[in-house]
């Protein structure tokens, strides 16, 4: 069997499973941390994040972005709205579709999302020299562009 690397240009297989660790590692941190200090599920966060980039989203939009399927962004929507985080607008083309925008609330909630991230990132971070954080981002700017 061919190894991940090899395939793909260069790298290793160990290369890919350590990169893949850190990414479960940083979704798992995140995640519990949004569940925990924000009381948000990790695809009602997803979806506050999502109609934080792009205002204006429909739900379809969202949903592509999201990977939930229509039915199941109505929910969450519909739950953050409830909320008061997420508010709906009929689209002014078509009267079916609805331009979502964050609240007030919401765009506090999406700002606490951000920075409860960034809080994860730093503390894994935190045993890094500046020359591995350095070679760190080096490495990975190019897999992210």
């Not at 941390?33 to 948000?40: E, I, M, N, T």
């Not at 229509?70 to 607008?89: F, N, P, Q, W, Y």
Request: proline letters at 3%.
């Amino acid at each position: 069997m061919a190894e991940l690397g090899s395939a793909t240009g260069g790298g290793s297989t160990h290369t890919a499973n350590i990169l893949g660790a850190l990414a479960v590692l940083i979704q798992d941190r995140v995640e519990s941390a949004w569940q925990s200090s924000l009381d948000l599920s990790p695809m009602a966060a997803a979806a506050l994040v999502q109609i934080d980039n792009e205002p204006g989203s429909s739900i379809e939009a969202v949903a592509g972005r999201i990977g939930l399927t229509h039915s199941a962004t109505v929910r969450v929507i519909d739950k953050l709205a409830e909320r008061g985080l997420v508010e709906k607008d009929r689209a002014r083309k078509d009267a079916r579709a609805q331009s979502l925008t964050l609240s007030k609330p919401g765009k506090r909630l999406a700002q606490q999302l951000h920075e409860a991230r960034n809080q994860v990132t730093d503390d894994l971070l935190v045993g890094l020299v500046p020359e591995q954080r350095t070679a760190l981002e080096q490495a990975v700017r190019p897999i992210l562009h």
